[in-house]
């Protein structure tokens, strides 16, 4: 016990404690000094916030920076234009090395297409609120004379109607044809007997009234075959004084022996 507590006094044993940390001190020096020198640290670049940019405008600022990019996914982000960049990692203000590869997320060059719902009849608050819900812009009403008031009679897109389950792009600006009821201006029914589909709805247009129910005696099989059919039945009966937007119901058939008729007839 004795040589033991003496050789922690002896100065060869703190000499070698001293030496022992000297050496840990210069390896710890020594490895952090080689890690800055091998990791460029005093090269490092600012990465530049590329979001909102096309990749001609992100690639030049790069290059100046001595950094380079690579797509890796596209997404569909309404708050960014087409081919713009919508992410990127690293993050903007992250310092990296020179030659590092940002990498970026496209906002899809194509716009998403949305199928529009069945909304036709339904009240026009109801039809304004689910398709904004799912993205189209329905701030635009145009009024026609109708039956009943503030019903949805067609929506239009770039001026024509849209046809049922059809697919529109994401955000487009769409029209409310809605009907709104007219008690003081009267209008006489047209003569629609031995009329076709296609010439009878003109005529209903034309005249500031709204197309009803339409019926055949028998159904026809085809678009083709329903231009042989002709109205043989319609109500109200040509030269009654209705008010605008009233409804007309019209029959149709091929052989049917045209005739005028009230409503009692039709059914």
Known sequence: MKTIIAFLKSKFFWVNILVAIGVALVLLFG?????????????????????GKYLEEAELELNELGLSYEVIDSVYLRSYKPGEIAEQTPVAGTFVKQNRKIYVVLNCRQKRLITL??????????????????????DSIRYKPYEF???????????RSVEKS??????????????????????????????????????????????????????????????????????????????????????????????????????
């Open 149 to 159: 008031d503030g019903e949805l009679l067609d929506i239009l897109y770039n001026g």
């Open 31 to 51: 490895t952090l000094i080689w890690t800055r020198f091998y990791t460029n640290h005093g090269e490092a670049v600012q990465v530049p916030d590329l979001t």
């Open 166 to 267: 059809e697919k529109i792009p994401d955000g487009s600006m769409l029209v409310l044809v809605v009907g709104q009821r007219d008690n003081e201006n009267m209008v006489t029914v047209p003569n629609l007997i031995g009329l076709s589909y296609a010439e009878a709805k003109s005529i209903i247009d034309q005249a500031e009234l709204a197309l009803g129910n339409v019926t055949y005696d028998v159904r026809p099989l085809s678009d083709t075959e329903r231009q042989q059919y002709h109205v043989f039945l319609q109500t109200p009966p040509a030269g009654a004084e209705v008010f605008r937007g009233k409804l007309v119901e019209m029959k149709l058939s091929r052989s049917h022996q045209s005739s005028q008729s009230s409503s009692e007839d039709f059914f």
């Open 117 to 138: 719902p069945d909304l036709i009849g339904e009240s026009c608050r109801k039809a304004q609120s689910n398709l904004r819900a799912i993205g189209f812009n329905a």
